[in-house]
């Protein structure tokens, strides 16, 4: 017999929650934008999936808001750093590592430099189900975020 819970979950994590193909960016990671409400400028510092499209972590002098695309202009100046780039990249599939016995194979759902350091956004939980099977219920928990060491490139 086919174990459907498991097959389940791997279609779960394997979906992008944008559909088929990944929409563009508005801005660049590390790009210089300008804030509309705000009335500042700052970098943007990270990006991730929300069912309202691209959240994005812009990084001000004194403070990091997250705003959707509508609310930032893009400069185009990118700002240099002397850590390396990401090691994978929006959409990558990738293998988790964790001690679990669930499915290991994750999408990257989002990118962010913390404190120099590159962290990846993947959703590590299952959903839950209702007991008539007709709603799927996430939680806001339901996604982390983990260094290159937990993720491994999977080749295909």
């Not at 959703?123 to 928990?141: A, C, L």
Request: charged letters at 25%; proline letters at 4%.
């Amino acid at each position: 017999m086919i174990n459907l819970v498991h097959n389940l979950e791997t279609c779960w994590y394997i979906s992008p929650p944008w559909g088929k193909e990944i929409p563009p960016l508005s801005v660049n990671l590390l790009e210089r934008v300008y804030l509309k409400r705000a009335k500042t400028f700052g970098y943007c510092a990270g990006v991730e999936s929300s069912l309202h499209g691209w959240k994005y972590e812009i990084t001000t002098d004194y403070d990091n808001i997250t705003v959707l695309g509508h609310e930032i202009i893009g400069t185009g100046n990118l700002r240099t750093l002397t850590i390396a780039k990401p090691i994978f990249r929006l959409g990558e599939l990738v293998r988790f590592r964790f001690n679990g016995d669930g499915q290991p194979l994750r999408i990257v759902q989002g990118i962010h430099l913390i404190t120099d350091a590159w962290f990846y956004t993947i959703e590590w939980m299952s959903p839950g189900i209702s007991e008539k099977g007709d709603e799927v219920f996430t939680s806001r928990d339901s996604l982390a975020r983990v260094t290159d060491y937990d993720l491994e490139r999977v080749r295909l």
